[in-house]
């Protein structure tokens, strides 16, 4: 992880790879609706999603009164949400994606050519046989650099079954992938991360949310976070230091998190959605 290379676009040992004819210099526009909801701001907080009930928002049929924007919700966390009409896709492309996409960079890159710098899983179980799908990123953790906006970030989302949150399973054709995220540089969770695939008259619709400053101290081994102060916090002993460093942190600020999330998010979706 430490020595992988970090870069923009595509190299020429990523134009011999298999896949390479699906690579483009330039990730597709947003859709419309993304434009109006950066240009309303935020919105009410009581439309903010909230840990404790966004499994049950997202299982009703029909849509909320916050599908695209951003806000801080009644419990304190910044909410973005992002809906993305993706026709053709299934949620059983979804399911094989979220683990293909991140068994080598070249694959990640795929995904948004001008802000995906680096994707790679703790566990590699791509040649593991007998397993789902599902259960090649479930329970796994995904190591990604990006640029967010103009600020690259280096990150961490450890995938979780979503019957943690409260999600029935799916029916054929539906998807939901969820996960809690933080940063790779440090052992601090900091965001919830929710995507629901479900059936729509074009082939399905991406319901995402981002719950984000809701933060806690993990207990890690040293070797899974990659600075040096990160490894130190890891330590046994040091670990109640990293609570100290966590609650003198600055939390991520709405003005700036909102806009730029919710650009990312649907540029990304979009994109993907047109070759997936």
Same mark, same amino acid.
């Given at each position: 992880?430490?020595? !992988? ?14 896949? =390479? ?5 330039? =990730? ?35 849509? @909320? ?53 680096? =994707? ?53 054709? !539906? ?17 919830? @991360? ?10 399905? !619709? ?47 600020? @709405? ?17 993907? =959605?047109?070759?997936?």
């Amino acid at each position: 992880y430490v020595i !992988e290379p970090r870069y923009l676009g595509y190299r020429d040992e990523d134009r011999r790879k298999p896949y =390479a004819r699906f690579f483009q210099e330039r =990730a597709r526009p947003v859709q419309a609706h993304v434009k109006d909801a950066l240009l309303a701001g935020p919105v009410a907080a009581e439309f903010g999603t909230r840990k404790s009930t966004v499994a049950a928002e997202l299982s009703r049929p029909g849509y @909320l009164p916050l599908e695209t924007g951003y806000t801080i919700n009644e419990d304190g966390h910044i909410v973005v949400a992002v809906l993305t009409d993706m026709p053709g896709v299934t949620g059983e492309m979804w399911d094989w994606w979220a683990w293909w996409h991140a068994v080598e960079p070249a694959r990640y890159k795929l995904w948004h050519p001008e802000a995906h710098l680096f =994707a790679g899983y703790a566990e590699d179980r791509s040649r593991s046989r007998g397993l789902s799908d599902r259960d090649r990123y479930v329970g796994n953790t995904c190591y990604i650099d990006e640029y967010i906006g103009h600020t690259k970030s280096r990150l961490r989302a450890s995938f979780l079954d979503p019957a943690n949150l409260g999600f029935e399973p799916c029916r054929a054709g !539906e998807t939901v992938i969820t996960a809690r995220g933080g940063l790779s540089t440090v052992p601090l969770a900091a965001a919830w @991360l929710i995507h629901q695939v479900r059936r729509s008259p074009s082939g399905s !619709e991406m319901r995402s949310r981002f719950i984000i400053n809701d933060l806690k101290v993990l207990r890690l081994p040293a070797h899974s976070v990659t600075t040096g102060i990160g490894r130190l916090l890891s330590m046994p002993g040091l670990n109640d230091l990293a609570g100290m460093v966590m609650n003198g942190s600055k939390p991520a600020r @709405l003005h700036e998190v909102g806009p730029a999330m919710l650009y990312h998010c649907a540029q990304e979706m979009n994109h993907l =959605a047109s070759f997936l």
